[in-house]
C-alpha cells in the first residue's frame, strides 16, 4: 500500500520505489465517514503492463484513482484517472481487471462506498462503456471475482456468488461468465447495460452416488497453449476445510453457452430450462442500414432476461487433480515441461499456511494426487497466507508474493538430489539422471537424451518436506589422533544424519556427528604473556611475564611441559630518577590590614627544584577582630518653634539637635543617630521669658486677632464633566468645594459630597459590518473546455447596525476552471430536426478540431431517431395553481361543464377502443413492445394467452440510471429520454424490436 515498486527480474532486488499515497485531505474524508486508520489509506489493487505502460488503480481512502505510467520509470505518470467502477473502495473486496489488445479495459469490482453495486464493467478504447444490471441479484449476487482473460471474441470472467438458482437455503457457486468484446449495448431496452452477458456453474466434485463439491473457487490459471483452465476449489470456510485443484477445456465452456438457458418466470416459479435461441453465438451483429445497425444479434427481451445457462461446465477429469483434506489452498499456477517421452503440467499450489505444493497434473490414475514436494518459505513458526504467485517460464522461476516481501525460486533444482537413486525416485519431471556426467540434470543440460533417464511411474516415496534428524550414536571405539610431532590415542563414536534424511528441501541435522574423548594428550605452554609494568617509575626496577602448560593441558597420561613458566627482567636502568620537588618553609606573617573591626595578614613559601608543588604559595587568616571604639558628636540646637498656641495666647515650643554616632577606624565616616527634642510653655502673662524671633512673633500678632469661629459652607456646583463612554451607557461627574466660606479658626467642616455622579449615554453602540469567512469553491460548472466556479461571502462578521458602514468589497468571486480541451473534440448536438415524411428526426454535430487525432471526434455526426407516433402520456396533476392566472371569462359553471362533459366522452371512447382491442386481439397473436427501462411484467394466467390490456406505468430514470462514470459517458447512439411516467406503444415498423411469440417461454400455440 502508498507505494509501488519495481524489482528486479535477476535476484528481486529494489530499482525504484515510488510513494503513491493518499493525501491528508482524503484521508481526513474518508475517517470522518467512519473508516479506521488503517483502512484509509491507498491498497493498490490494479496493476497491468501493456505495452510500455503500466496501468495501475489503488482504493485511495475510499476515493479510487487510476494512473497509467512508464514501464521503465513508475514515477513518471502519463495519464491520471477516475478509479470508480475500475478498483473497489473498500481494500477487503475482490476485483479484477484486464486491458485487450484494443486497449479497453475490463473491470469486475464493487463501483459503490457502501459495497452493494458489483458489477463487470468496460471502459477506456474507442467502445462505449457498458456493466452489467444495476442492483439485480439475478445478473450478479454478492460476487467475489477472481480473473478476468481476453480470448478470441470474448472476454471472460471467473467468479463465486450466493446462487440465485438454489431454492433450499444459502449457498455458494463458482462461475464464469462471457460478453462479447464488439457489444455496444441495447436501444431503449438494456441502454449502457450488456446485452451478451451469460454466466455458467463450474462443477468440481468427487464423484459418487452423493457427490462431494469444491463450490468455492480460490485462483485461476490459463493455459492458452492447451485452451485449458486451472482452477482452486475449497469448501466453504466455515465448513470443513478441503481443496481441490480441477481443470476446465475452453470447449467444454463454450458448450455450456450454446447449450439451454435456466429462467424464472416470476419469484414464485421454479427455474425451469429454456431453448436457446441462438445455439451458437459467435458475437454475430446487425448489418442492415436501419438505426439498430452495429447491434448484435440477440433479441434485447432475450438478453435481459436470459443469461444463467442450465449446464454446467464440466471438468477434463471426473475427480480432481489434487484433492487434500484439512488444508486450503490460495493459490496456483501451472508450468508445461518436456520430460522424457512426454509432456507434463507441474502444478504450484500456494496454501493458506505458507507453503508451496508442487504436484503433477495427469490423466494417469496411478499419478493423481501425487505431490513432488512441499516448499517450506517461511522461518518456523510463522504462517501466513500465500498471496499471489506469479511463473515467468523464460526465466524458469516462480515468484512468490508474501505480507512483506517477494521470494524468487527456482523451478528447476535438480542438483539436490545426489545420487542416481535419489534422482529417478524423486518423480521430478524437470530432472533425469545423465549416466555419462553421473549427476542428476535437466533435459537441457543432458549430453545425450539416450543417456538421460526418468522414471515417472508413480508417487514419489517420500514426496513432502522432510528435515533431517540424526541416527544413534556408534558404540565408543579406540582411535589415533596426531599432535604435531607425537600421537597419541582416544575413544571416539559418530552418528549419521539418516533418521531420517532431509529430503524435498528440508533442514539438514544440527547438532556434531562426531564425538571424541580420553584422549592421551601431552602438555604445551600457551604463548608468553605480555610484559608487566615496571615496578618503579624511574630508576633501576623490575619486569615479568608468564605461560601456562594448558596449550593443551595434559590429559591421561600425556608429558607435561619442559621449561619455566615465569621470567623476569631489569627495567629503567637509564631513567634516573628527578631531584625531589618540595615546599620550603613559611615565612612569617606580615602586618594586619586593619588596626581594628577584622581584617586579613598573609605569609609566603616557595617550590624547590621546580614549580609543580601541590598546594598554594599564599596562606591567609584573620587578625584584629576586636571592635573599634565608638565616636559621638552632637549637632547644635535649632531655634525654637512654636507648635501649639492656646486662644489665651499662651504657646507651646520646641527645638532639636542630632546626635551622630561612628564604630570604624575611620572616624569621619559617621552616620545619623537619634534626634532629641526639648519642649517648652511660654505663658502669655510674660511670667516667663521666652525669646522668639521675629517669624514667631507675626504668628502670635495674627492669632490673637483672628480668634472668631468660622463654619465652612458648600460652594455652587461645577459644571458637569463629559461623559466616560460615547454608548452603551457611561457616567459623568461635578463637584464643589467647602469654600464658601472655608472652615476657620476651629469651624465646623461641610456637611455632605463634595461629587456627584450621574448616568449618560445609554443608546447602543453603532456597528461597523465586516465580511464572513469565503464559503469553499463550488464544483466546476464543465468539466472540460473551460468552466467557472465561485465562492461567497456575507456582510454578518458582524452585520453593520445603527446607522454604520457597510462591508466594502464583492461579495461573489469568480473563476475559470477546467480550461483544458475537451478530448472528445465534438460541438454540442443541435436540436432535433422536425419529422420528415418517412417518420424520421435528426439532429447533428461538428468536429471542432481542425486535425483530430485517433481519441478525438470519435463517434457519428448525425443521429437519426424514428418519431414518438401513437404516444399516450399519462398528465400529472398540476403542483399549484398561480392566482393571478387569466381564465379568459370561463366561470365555475363552465369549468363544471366541461369537466363532466369530457369524462362522458372519455368513458365511450375508452369503451370503443376495448371493444375493437378484444377484436383484434382474437384475430392476431402480434404482441406490442414496450419501451420502459426495464421490462413491463405481463400478468400470465397459467399457459394461456397473456393479456395485453394490462401494463404497469413505468418510470424513466434517465439520469444516470446506471451508475456508470460521467466522465466515460460517450454518445454512441444516444436517445431523447424523459422524466415522466408513461407507458408508450409502437407501432410494427419497428419490427427489430418485436416480441416474438416463439422466444418466450411464457406462452403456447397450436397449430392448426
Known sequence: RNYLFRLSLHNVSLIQATAW??????????????????????????????????????????????????????????DRINGVARCPYDPRHNSTAVITSRGELYAATVIDFSGRDPAIYRSLGNVPPLRTAQYNSKWLNEPNFIAAYDIGLFTYFFFRENAVEHDCGKTVYSRVARVCKNDIGGRFLLE????????????????????????????????????????????????????????????????????????????????????????????????????????????????????????????????????????????????????????????????????????????????????????????????????????LHSDRSLFVGLNNGVLKIPLERCSMYRTEGECLEARDPYCGWDSKQKRCTTIEDSSNMSLWTQNITECPVKNLTTNGRLGPWSPWQLCEHSDGD???????????????????GGRSCEGARIEVANCSRNGAWTPWSSWAPCSTSCGIGFQVRQRSCSNPSPRYGGRVCVGQSREERFCNENSPCPLPIFWSSWGPWNKCSVNCGGGIHSRQRSCENGNTCPGCAVEYKTCNPESCPEVRRNTPWTPWMPVNITQSGARQEQRFRYTCRAQLSDPHELQFGRKKTESRFCPNDGSAVCDTDSLVDDLLKTGKTSARIINGGWSFWGAW?????????????????????????????????????????????PVKGSWSCWTPWSHCSATCGGGHYQRTRTCTNPAPSSGEDICIGLHTEEALCNTHPCQGGWSEWSEWSLCNEEGIQYRSRYCEVHSPDSSQCVGNSTQYQDCLYNEIPVILPASSIDESTNCGGFSL???????????????????????????????????????????????YKGNTTPKNEKYTPMEFKTLNKNNLIPDDRTNFYPLQQTNVYTTTYYPSTLNKYDYRPEASPGRTFTNS
Open 192 to 391: 449502457d447495460t450488456w446485452t451478451t452477458f451469460m454466466k455458467a456453474r463450474l462443477n468440481c466434485s468427487r464423484a459418487g452416488e452423493i457427490p462431494f463439491y469444491y463450490n468455492e473457487l480460490q485462483s485461476t490459471f490459463y493455459l492458452p497453449e492447451q485452451d485449458l483452465i486451472y482452477g482452486v476449489f475449497t469448501t466453504n470456510v466455515n465448513s470443513i476445510a478441503a481443496s481441490a485443484v480441477c481443470a476446465f477445456n475452453l470447449s467444454a465452456i463454450t458448450q455450456a453457452f450454446n447449450g439451454p438457458f435456466r429462467y424464472q418466470e416470476n419469484p414464485r416459479s421454479a427455474w425451469l430450462p429454456t431453448l436457446n435461441p441462438i445455439p451458437n453465438f459467435q458475437c454475430g451483429t446487425l448489418n442492415d442500414d436501419s438505426p439498430n445497425e452495429n447491434l448484435t444479434e440477440r433479441v434485447l427481451q432475450d438478453a435481459q432476461r436470459l443469461f444463467l445457462m442450465n449446464d454446467v461446465v464440466q471438468p477434463v477429469t471426473v475427480d480432481p487433480y489434487v484433492t487434500q483434506d484439512s488444508i486450503r489452498f490460495s493459490k496456483l499456477v501451472v508450468d508445461i515441461v518436456q520430460g522424457k517421452d512426454t509432456l507434463y503440467h507441474v502444478m504450484y499450489i500456494g496454501t493458506e499456511y505458507g507453503t508451496i505444493l508442487k504436484a503433477l497434473s495427469t490423466t494417469n490414475r496411478s499419478l493423481r494426487s501425487c505431490y513432488l514436494e512441499e516448499m517450506q518459505i517461511l522461518p518456523d513458526g510463522q504462517q501466513e497466507a500465500i498471496k499471489s504467485l506469479q511463473i
Open 21 to 78: 499515497g493518499s493525501d491528508e485531505d482524503t484521508r481526513r474524508s474518508c475517517q470522518s465517514k467512519g473508516k479506521t486508520e488503517e483502512e484509509c489509506q491507498n491498497y493498490v489493487r490494479v496493476l497491468i503492463v501493456y505495452g510500455k505502460k503500466v496501468f495501475t488503480c489503488g482504493t485511495n481512502a475510499f476515493s479510487p484513482v487510476c494512473s497509467s505510467r512508464q514501464v521503465g520509470n513508475l514515477s513518471k505518470i502519463i
Open 486 to 504: 607425537s600421537t597419541g590415542s582416544c575413544m571416539c563414536r559418530s552418528r549419521s544424519c539418516d533418521s531420517p534424511r532431509p529430503r524435498c
Open 893 to 939: 359553471i363552465h369549468l363544471i361543464a366541461t369537466g363532466v362533459s369530457c369524462f362522458f366522452g372519455s368513458s365511450l371512447l375508452t369503451f370503443v377502443i376495448y371493444v375493437y382491442c378484444q377484436r383484434c386481439q382474437r384475430q392476431s397473436q402480434e404482441s406490442t413492445v414496450i419501451h420502459p427501462t426495464t421490462p413491463n411484467h405481463l400478468h
Open 721 to 765: 464633566s463629559s461623559c466616560s463612554r460615547d454608548c452603551e451607557l457611561g457616567f459623568r461627574i461635578r463637584k464643589r468645594t467647602c469654600t464658601n466660606p472655608e472652615p476657620k479658626n476651629g469651624g465646623l467642616p461641610c456637611v455632605g459630597s463634595a461629587m456627584e455622579y450621574q448616568d449618560c449615554n445609554p443608546h447602543p453602540c
